[in-house]
């Protein structure tokens, strides 16, 4: 029979019948998505997981030792079954990328109701085919691995080595660890020490974890200016929204046609008016709002108006400044420039840190990452409370190994190049030739 005539399954495979498995396996994890839904990651938490890692590694091992010379296992260490499976993976990763994601714990009704989310693709991480494709990878990467260790070694080896080992761990701790993920939310008053959060379902836990919030700070920008409809709340122009941001006392701009001049400044104030008259003093306490007095020159008046401005807070009510029937001066809620959490950290291990803890700022401690969340809004820069984000990972460390494998192999190669392979092969193809 000639060579270019082969049939599919004879012998050696090639790379049709690399893509035929791969999407068999893609199309098996489809048919469970169908009528399992997708994986909970918490039914495969400790000690599953473990338990699946370990079989998994001793099945590739056992495969290696007492299989070496099965077509198959030779088959999955060669560049005709790897190339394939890249593909259909990458061809995963693309829709992953172009396709919104949903946590697990969204609820169903949140998800699009569309035949994307019966395939799990906007779930696409707990999504059986993404996972089975990413265990078909992993064996494939074992294998190749493995039968490395059977050639002549060479130190121009090492390369090889952490590459495969460090995507091996990388791949497989992530698999595995998000059995074991914790993502809670924890609330706590300041001068308060608390130990208890609530996960997505709103579940309330105790944790080996506690944090006493020190001091809660808030910074925000200065505030702002606009002109709205009076009718709709909108602010003008509603094709393209203007905004003064305050500079100083006695700067002028001009919004929507009127000319506003800053008179008066006032960061901590209290509003007080009734139907006839306001009233703006200053007041250094919680709830003082920000006030500016202005005057506004429309071309269409006789007489410009003079009069406060005010986005109130939690304690004194918003003060608008009326140019005409149709419009008014408004002072938009200030946007939050920066919010800190001073806070001293304990767990049961006896470990003790005091940090600030910022947005993009993180505490690690343990096997636990703290980031700011939120705080309570309906106070804005009075707030005395902070929310926090507790994140626990403990397979972590097994796939931040891998990254720096990945990582030092890649420096590496980079400084001592890859080894040659005899005469002029590339890599693999010296497995797949010998099938």
Avoid at 29 to 54: C, K, T, W
Avoid at 255 to 276: C, F, H, K, M
Wanted: hydrophobic share 45%; aromatic share 12%.
């Amino acid at each position: 029979m000639n060579r270019n005539s082969r049939k599919i399954w004879e012998k050696p495979w090639n790379y049709t019948e690399g893509f035929i498995v791969a999407a068999g396996i893609a199309l098996a994890g489809l048919l469970l998505q169908f009528s399992l839904g997708n994986i909970h990651p918490a039914d495969f938490g400790f000690p599953v997981n473990i338990i699946i890692g370990a079989l998994f590694v001793v099945g590739l091992l056992s495969c290696h030792f007492l299989l070496k010379d099965n077509h198959v296992v030779r088959w999955l260490s060669s560049v005709r079954s790897t190339l394939p499976a890249l593909l259909v993976m990458l061809l995963f990763i693309v829709i992953l990328g172009l396709t919104p994601q949903f946590t697990i714990h969204e609820p169903q009704e949140h998800l699009p109701d569309n035949i994307f989310n019966s395939f799990g693709w906007y779930r696409m991480t707990t999504s059986w085919a993404f996972v089975f494709l990413c265990f078909y990878v992993l064996v494939i990467l074992g294998f190749t691995t493995l039968k490395k260790t059977r050639k002549p070694q060479s130190w121009r080896l090492i390369g090889f080595y952490l590459n495969h080992i460090g995507l091996f761990l990388a791949l497989l701790g992530g698999l595995l660890g998000s059995g074991d993920m914790q993502r809670l939310t924890m609330t706590v008053v300041e001068g308060n020490v608390e130990w208890r959060a609530q996960d997505a379902l709103g579940n309330v836990l105790e944790l080996p974890i506690a944090i006493e919030l020190d001091t809660f700070k808030i910074e925000e920008y200065p505030p702002k200016l606009v002109v709205i409809d009076n009718h709709t709340g909108m602010i003008l122009p509603e094709n393209r929204p203007e905004s003064y941001m305050f500079e100083a006392v006695g700067k002028t701009t001009q919004l929507v046609g009127n000319t506003i001049e800053v008179l008066e400044y006032i960061p901590q104030a209290a509003v007080v008016r009734d139907s006839a008259f306001t009233s703006v003093v200053p007041m250094l306490m919680d709830g003082a709002a920000t006030a500016l007095k202005v005057r506004v020159t429309n071309p269409s008046s006789k007489e410009p108006v003079e009069g406060w401005v005010s986005n109130g807070s939690y304690l004194f009510p918003y003060q608008v400044l009326y140019i005409d029937d149709n419009t008014s001066v408004a002072m938009p809620v200030q946007e939050v420039k920066k919010y800190t959490s001073q806070v001293t950290v304990f767990t049961e291990g006896g470990h003790k840190k005091e940090a600030d803890i910022e947005v993009n700022k993180p505490l690690s401690i343990e096997d636990w990452i703290i980031y700011q969340y939120s705080y309570d809004e309906t106070m804005g820069k009075y707030s005395k409370t902070s929310v926090f984000e507790l994140v626990r990972d403990p397979w972590l460390k097994v796939v931040y190994t891998g990254i720096f494998m990945l990582l030092a192999g890649a420096l590496f190669l980079f400084i001592v190049g890859t080894p040659k392979s005899p005469k002029g092969d590339f890599p693999g193809a010296a497995s797949s030739n010998s099938q």
